[in-house]
Nanobody, 116 residues
């Protein structure tokens, strides 16, 4: 059974940086994708970024492209979301999700708050 656990959220000023970590355990498929999603106050959940292996292809939403970077460390079963040049509109609960054909394993989420 795949388990997903996020960490690394917090409070940061606009223009600052944060790094989120997603530890994914129990993966048995060769092809897999891990994505980050977020849900801001009063908003629907939206896609942020994803990384698909074994080729480590990355995907980003237009709102974070050029500011956020997704990467993974297979030895640590971890996927990272490096968030730079943070904006108040990045404030949200960030969720990590994983799956082979669809995102069917989700974490509990970690709060990111960006102050102006």
């Amino acid at each position: 059974q795949v388990q997903v656990v996020e960490s690394g959220g917090g409070l940061e000023q606009a223009g600052g940086s944060l790094r989120l970590t997603c530890v994914v355990s129990g993966i048995t498929f060769r092809r897999y994708v891990v994505g980050w999603f977020r849900q801001g106050p009063g908003q629907e959940r939206e896609f942020v970024a994803a990384i698909a292996w074994p080729l480590d292809r990355t995907y980003y939403s237009d709102s974070v492209k050029g500011r956020f970077t997704i990467s993974r460390d297979s030895a640590k079963n971890s996927v990272y979301l490096q968030m730079n040049s943070l904006k108040p509109e990045d404030t949200a609960v960030y969720y990590c999700a994983a799956g082979a054909n669809e995102y069917d394993s989700w974490g509990q989420g970690t709060q990111v708050t960006v102050s102006s």
